[in-house]
């Protein structure tokens, strides 16, 4: 069993960055498809990035193509979330979930481990 620790959020101006880290304990990431979703109030879980346990595909949502870059390091056993030109609507609550499947899946439910979450602002 896999646990998952998020960092990294907090509040930031529209166009800024912040890059939010993973850290795996209990088995290696490299064991797991890993994904960041995020969700804002009122508002279902949606996904954001993530890879399958097997080949090296990385997907990403729409609303965060070409601005946040996701990374996996087995060596530190971290996935992080490099977020980049951040705008008011990525405000979040942002989480890290693994799953043994072997590909990456957009849907929340299918996730077995969590994060406890990290908040990100994106102040106007």
């Known amino acids: 069993q896999v646990q998952l620790v998020e960092s990294g959020g907090g509040l930031v101006q529209a166009g800024g960055s912040l890059r939010l880290s993973c850290a795996a304990s209990?088995?290696?990431?490299?064991?797991?498809?890993i994904a960041w979703f995020r969700q804002a109030p009122g508002k279902e879980r949606e996904f954001v990035a993530g890879t399958g346990r097997i080949g090296s595909f990385t997907g990403y949502s729409d609303s965060v193509k070409g601005r946040f870059t996701f990374s996996r390091d087995n060596a530190k056993n971290t996935v992080d979330l490099q977020m980049d030109s951040l705008k008011p609507e990525d405000t979040a609550v942002y989480y890290c979930?693994?799953?043994?499947?072997?590909?990456?899946?957009?849907?929340?439910?299918?996730?077995?481990?969590w994060g406890q979450g990290t908040q990100v602002t994106v102040s106007s």
């Open positions: 979930a693994a799953d043994s499947r072997p590909y990456v899946s957009r849907n929340y439910a299918q996730y077995d481990y």
């Open positions: 209990g088995r290696t990431v490299s064991m797991y498809t």
